[in-house]
């Protein structure tokens, strides 16, 4: 059984040379792009996406390697870099005509929403980054036994192979084990959703494992450039998070606040799936950022 969105249409929209996004489209008004996390696809805005649409046209694509979207073969190291996920959405927004448009994205989402701020700065009029810190600085606030709980970013980034053969291997196990851990609330994700999400993944496997081997490689080169040339994220930005700082001994807004000169960040007391487990908090906060 097809899950939709309810009043939304699904899309299949060409971005780029062979690659098309899978995108659900509703409502009216201003542009509101949203995009997934991982191990999720569009799906995981069901609830929030037709909330926004009562006064935004919002967007809801499936990234490229993710869902019902193109999956490239990774012939370059940037095939999956956030660089060219983030034109693959600034393509989506030129299909759509839009011309500038609030973004929002979730975990693999928010990482490829920071780029598209940092890269097209006068396309975006709004960033909403959730559950995240930036690539650079996730790795450099992984130390020692901590950083086990990031177990999958250390295998995913290693040389094209064992990684894929591991995961396929017991693809539902893998994703799933994610879709546990990561959330406070066994209702938050329902077993039709579950079902889509791991099959979604299991079809995926190659180009998702070349979208975090990118995190460990072309991405952090793209960040440490843009630090190193005073490069910042100039729309207003929110950004919401579980405590990471308590549980592995950083300061997030601190980590945040270099890169951002309109910043509000938040911490969330629901688990990382906030916009299934929490979707009227979620809704809110962006709301009150598009007011900005």
Avoid at 74 to 79: C, H, I
Avoid at 207 to 225: C, F, G, K, L, N
């Amino acid at each position: 059984m097809d899950i939709i969105i309810e009043g939304f249409e699904t899309r299949s929209i060409g971005v780029a040379d062979g690659v098309e996004l899978n995108a659900a489209v509703g409502g009216a008004g201003p542009a509101l792009v949203l995009i997934h996390g991982f191990p999720q696809t569009h799906l995981m805005w069901r609830h929030v996406a037709p909330v926004l649409a009562e006064r935004h046209t919002v967007v809801c694509p499936d990234l490229r390697g993710y869902g019902a979207s193109s999956k490239p073969e990774a012939v370059a190291e940037d095939t999956y870099s956030k660089r060219t996920m983030a034109a693959d959405i600034v393509g989506l927004a030129d299909a759509l005509a839009f011309d500038r448009f609030a973004l929002v994205g979730h975990d693999r989402g928010a990482h490829v929403a920071f780029r598209v701020g940092l890269d097209h700065p006068n396309r975006i009029s709004h960033l909403g980054l959730l559950d995240i810190v930036p690539t650079l600085d996730t790795w450099n606030v992984l130390h020692g036994v901590r950083a086990a709980v990031a177990f999958h970013l250390y295998l995913m980034a290693q040389p094209p192979g064992l990684p894929e053969q591991m995961i396929a291997g017991s693809a539902d196990a893998f994703f799933g084990h994610f879709l546990d851990i990561w959330s406070m609330s066994s209702d938050a994700i329902p077993t039709d959703v579950r079902a889509e999400y791991l099959r979604a993944c299991r079809d995926a496997v190659p180009s998702i494992v070349a979208d975090y081997r990118a995190t460990a490689t072309v991405d952090i080169e793209h960040d440490q450039a843009d630090l190193d040339a005073g490069n910042r994220l100039t729309m207003p930005v929110t950004v919401v998070q579980q405590d990471w700082g308590r549980q592995l001994g950083f300061d997030a807004t601190a980590i945040w606040r270099p890169w951002a000169s309109d910043l509000q960040h938040f911490t969330t007391q629901a688990g990382h799936f906030m916009a299934e487990e929490a979707p009227e908090d979620v809704a809110t906060l962006i709301l009150n950022l598009v007011k900005r």
